[in-house]
């Protein structure tokens, strides 16, 4: 779940939702419970990507990820809480 977390939160600020203070805030709360975001490349993204194909939050076959507008609040349009998100977007 943390590293889902950090996966969700780094692209919040790849697409420009998440200032990058932010998600320097948050990777350095994870590092003090010893969650690095470098333990993501240990994993092969595109199975990772793959995997995620059986999310919940999942319609239509899109992939949908909950995205951050800062810490503690969700980015969030017409009460719609998760989004398609390109896979390159992801596997960036």
Known sequence: VALG????????KFLGILSNE???IIESLFLKLNISAQELKKYDAQAIVNATKNDKKNQANQIKYVLLKSIGLVYQNDKQFAFPVNNKTVLE
């Open 5 to 12: 977390i950090l996966v969700e939160a780094k692209i919040s």
């Open 22 to 24: 932010d998600y320097q």
